[in-house]
T-cell receptor, first 113, second 109 residues
Framework: EAGVAQSPRYKIIEKRQSVAFWCNPISGHATLYWYQQILGQGPKLLIQFQNNGVVDDSQLPKDRFSAERLKGVDSTLKIQPAKLEDSAVYLC???????????FGEGSRLTVL | GENVEQHPSTLSVQEGDSAVIKCTYSDSASNYFPWYKQELGKRPQLIIDIRSNVGEKKDQRIAVTLNKTAKHFSLHITETQPEDSAVYFCAQGDYKLSFGAGTTVTVRA
């Protein structure tokens, strides 16, 4: 079974530039999550989708972050404009029905200069 | 998200000894308490989880205990091996998970 796919793995941008990350969850998983993991910290939930609807985006900085999952499969997370403090690994995860286990992707490491 | 406090932040143990990590939480409605292991540069992976209807769960050298009254749960690793060296995260929640800050475990050979 293929795992959660993310791209790009690494991205370096200057502040005020924009960046987009892509995630393809495990086939059949209805729930998709974007987490931000700053170095030395635990993952922090940014947004959670159930199919193509948003379940929770309470911790998403909506003035600069946006995410979509238009067809209920893959998802894109965008940051515009980026700030220095956005430097982190952006982890995508998915989970199936009636299971709490999250399956994480390898993550996209963002460095903002 | 709901607060999850995790201690210690770092833990160094001699190979063969036990390691214990403890987490406390504030949301009394939480029913699901997983533990994830993250090796350097890798993705977090679930190693064990427990639900609120049981007090303890064991899987080979790994066990988790839950005290809902005191709102804390712990990870126990016995007979530690070098491959146990990693960052361990506790988490709690139901439809969404809140993670602790992590414990860096180093197993000395």
């Amino acid at each position: 079974e293929a795992g959660v796919a993310q791209s790009p793995r690494y991205k370096i941008i200057e502040k005020r530039q924009s960046v987009a990350f892509w995630c393809n969850p495990i086939s059949g998983h209805a729930t998709l999550y974007w987490y931000q993991q700053i170095l030395g910290q635990g993952p922090k939930l940014l947004i959670q989708f159930q199919n193509n609807g948003v379940v929770d985006d309470s911790q998403l900085p909506k003035d600069r972050f946006s995410a979509e999952r238009l067809k209920g499969v893959d998802s894109t997370l965008k940051i515009q404009p980026a700030k220095l403090e956005d430097s982190a690994v952006y982890l995508c995860a998915s989970s199936g029905v009636n299971t709490g286990e999250l399956f994480f992707g390898e993550g996209s490491r963002l460095t903002v200069l | 998200g709901e607060n999850v406090e995790q201690h210690p932040s770092t833990l160094s143990v001699q190979e063969g000894d036990s390691a214990v990590i403890k987490c406390t939480y504030s949301d009394s409605a939480s029913n699901y308490f997983p533990w994830y292991k993250q090796e350097l540069g890798k993705r977090p992976q679930l190693i064990i989880d427990i639900r609120s209807n049981v007090g303890e769960k064991k899987d080979q050298r790994i066990a988790v205990t839950l005290n809902k009254t005191a709102k804390h749960f712990s990870l126990h690793i016995t007979e530690t091996q070098p491959e146990d060296s990693a960052v361990y995260f506790c988490a709690q929640g139901d439809y969404k998970l809140s993670f602790g800050a992590g414990t860096t475990v180093t197993v000395r050979a």
